[in-house]
């Protein structure tokens, strides 16, 4: 993927790195999830300009982002808050995929002055055993460091990812060898936080909300999905067959096209 220029900020005492992708059109805040970084929502970006201004928030400890050991929900959920207000960029549509989408449905419920539509990208109401299979993907074994990126993608290819793409947007070279930007137990433990039960969050708000889910999804099952549309008023949902969780990589021009014609209609 080309560069992308990530701007800094504070945010409740922790530097945030954003991308924002200009424009004077309506703000989109866009969160990505568990491993993620702010320019994958580049090509998103591109294809709504510039009729609206993409913000990507690289979230804590993630990216170029600052860490301080919090890793909770909660800790998510407050800096996106106090990541609008200090932009002053409220309210925004709020875009989250996967972890994010529950951050983003979450500050929805909390802080609806700040948010006037949701968009989420294949996350469930519930994150638990058994309704999801495996909720934390165990990556306590993938290596620190490995001698090129093509070692790298190797080492977690032998795991069992099928395609290591995704997480090697968070790859970068150290003295001594190639690793993430993230650290492993640290992610780990960010992931156990977030198994649970979020229905009341994802009931908790009433605007306009698009829900996108590729039914190849080992995240949220398609029962899910429909249950969540179903359940709370004000909900499209847009299904993606054959697309799995990641649906702007499978279906780039597809997802990109569901989120305008959502944010053409509020």
């Known amino acids: 993927m080309n560069a992308v220029t990530l701007e800094h900020t504070d945010v409740r005492g922790l530097p945030l790195a954003y991308a924002d992708f200009g424009g004077s059109g309506r703000p989109v805040l866009a969160l990505h999830g568990h491993f993620g970084r702010a320019r994958m929502f580049a090509p998103l970006a591109a294809a709504l300009a510039p009729g609206h201004r993409v913000i990507a928030l690289e979230q804590r400890a ?47 419920a909390r802080y609806p002055e700040l948010v006037d539509a949701l968009i989420v990208e294949d996350h469930g109401a519930l994150n638990r055993q ?61 992931q156990r936080r977030l198994v649970g039960d979020w229905w009341p969050d994802w009931l908790g708000s009433t605007c306009p909300a698009l829900l996108v889910h590729g039914t190849d999804s080992f995240v949220l099952p398609t029962a899910m999905a429909r249950a969540m549309a179903e359940r709370r008023p004000g909900t499209t949902l847009r299904e993606f067959p054959g697309c799995g969780h990641w649906v702007h990589d499978d279906d780039p021009a597809g997802f990109a096209g569901a989120v305008a014609e959502f944010l053409a209609a509020l």
Do not use: K, Q
Not at 78 to 90: H, N, Q, V
Not at 167 to 184: H, K, N, Q, R
């Open 62 to 108: 993630h990216g170029r982002s600052g860490r301080d050991g919090n890793v909770h929900p909660d800790a998510y959920l407050e800096d996106a808050a106090a990541f609008l207000r200090g932009l002053d960029a409220g309210p925004a549509v709020v875009l989250g995929h996967s972890s994010g989408g529950v951050t983003a449905f979450r500050l929805a």
């Open 130 to 190: 058994p309704d999801i299979p495996h909720p934390v993907l165990d990556i306590s074994d993938w290596p620190r460091r490995a001698g090129s990126l093509a070692e790298l993608r190797r080492a977690v290819e032998s795991r069992g990812i099928p395609d290591a793409s995704y997480f090697l947007e968070s790859a970068t070279e150290y003295p001594d060898g190639w690793g993430f930007l993230f650290d492993l137990d640290e992610l780990m433990e960010s």
